[in-house]
């Protein structure tokens, strides 16, 4: 499973993903924790610059951008219990 860190307000932060997906254009991730059963999973949502050759991700701040999104997970991992 691959791995990314991630640049929060607490520091670097390494998260799983589970799985990737892209709508409109727009490239989000559903990334883990950890790989534990009670993980906290989480939305990030590509905001890089077209040309750049590093990926840059940050959490989903908008209600009904999140909850939309996650149905489209929910809806791609039908086996897995998501929870906002």
Known sequence: ???????SEDGIVEFYVE???TIAGITYLLVSDSQ??????YI??????K?????C???IQDDSELEAISRVFAQMLD???LEA
Do not use: C, G, P
């Not at 499973?1 to 640049?7: T, V």
């Not at 040309?51 to 990926?55: G, I, L, N, R």
């Open 1 to 7: 499973m691959e791995k990314i860190k991630f640049q």
């Open 19 to 21: 799985e990737q997906t």
């Open 36 to 41: 534990d059963d009670e993980a906290n999973a």
């Open 44 to 49: 990030l949502k590509d905001i890089s610059e």
């Open 51 to 55: 040309d750049s050759q590093e990926a």
């Open 57 to 59: 991700y940050e959490m």
């Open 79 to 81: 086996d897995v219990d």
